[in-house]
């Protein structure tokens, strides 16, 4: 049987530190963000303009960050171990991971991340991502920022996607002005157009699919209680095969310099290795 070698596993039990964090504004607080130099990453990670679909965040930065699974050979890059659930008999495959510098917050410093989750997936193949602030000296989950995942279903189910249970993340507490938020559906005849989906770009699983699509810019917000040292982690995953790709595009403060540039060649050849997937997709049954 295959070791798979993971991060500490995730307990649902939630750690001390965490029980100091007071979601939303609600202190007088200082902005704080995660250092403008590199972080590490494992698969694809990148930064990009305003491309196709994807803007910028309200964030202001020139380019922000993101992950895909596109270009992506890791496996195991997921904190989380998933059944299959309503994602279908399949389980985790390809996916990235992005891990920020350490950085320290003071009781009352308030943390906003920017997320768009994008994908091209669904219905039993629910690609997922996830944003957490973990313990930079153990590791420990201290608060979980975001998850979405693809879905043949509600589209309002995108957020949180059914990734993680909502004692450990509730958006209508850790999203800003969530009641009014909405899915931006797409379809195989108006495609998602974003690049970094390499070959799955401008492709959808299936006509009037709602998973296919993206979630636009939604605002995470945390305010601490108590001094911290932390880490900021997100990625995206494909779930059940390689094809039809997800990603998961960030924006904090100072992020620009944050991210890694991809290499272009390296992320063209692995695009043209996933076409048979996708075709095999498409004529299968689902």
């Not at 798979?4 to 504004?25: D, E, N, Q, Y």
């Not at 996830?130 to 989950?141: C, Q």
Request: aromatic share 10%; net charge negative; proline share 6%.
């Amino acid at each position: 049987m295959r070791t798979r070698h993971r991060p500490p596993r995730i307990s649902h039990t939630v750690s001390a530190a965490a029980l100091c964090l007071l979601a939303g504004p609600g202190l007088q607080a200082a902005e704080v963000a995660p250092p403008s130099g590199p972080g590490t990453c494992v698969g694809h990670c990148a930064s990009a303009p305003a491309t196709g679909d994807i803007g910028l965040s309200p964030a202001g930065s020139a380019r922000y960050g993101l992950v895909t699974t596109a270009g992506s050979e890791a496996v195991g890059t997921s904190p989380l171990l998933l059944d299959g659930n309503s994602r279908g008999s399949g389980t985790e495959t390809n996916g990235s991971r992005w891990t920020s510098a350490t950085f320290d917050v003071d009781a009352g410093d308030t943390l906003s991340v920017w997320f768009n989750f994008v994908s091209t997936d669904g219905k039993g193949y629910d690609d997922y991502a996830w944003a957490r602030l973990v313990d930079a000296d153990d590791g420990t989950v201290v608060a979980w920022l975001f998850a979405a995942a693809a879905t043949n279903s509600n589209t309002g189910k995108v957020v949180p996607g059914d990734v993680l249970d909502k004692a450990d993340f509730d958006p209508d507490e850790r999203i800003v002005d969530f009641d009014s938020w909405e899915f931006v559906s797409k379809s195989a005849e108006d495609p998602v157009d974003w690049a970094p989906l390499g070959v799955s770009n401008g492709s959808c699983w299936k006509d009037n699919a709602p998973g296919c699509g993206y979630t636009g810019w939604m605002q995470s917000q945390i305010t601490f209680a108590s001094d911290a040292r932390l880490q900021l982690e997100l990625g995206v995953v494909n779930w059940g095969d390689w094809a039809y790709d997800s990603g998961l595009a960030f924006d904090y403060a100072g992020l620009t310099a944050a991210v890694p540039e991809p290499s272009p060649l390296a992320l063209w050849l692995c695009g043209m290795a996933a076409v048979p997937w996708l075709r095999s997709r498409r004529t299968g049954q689902r």
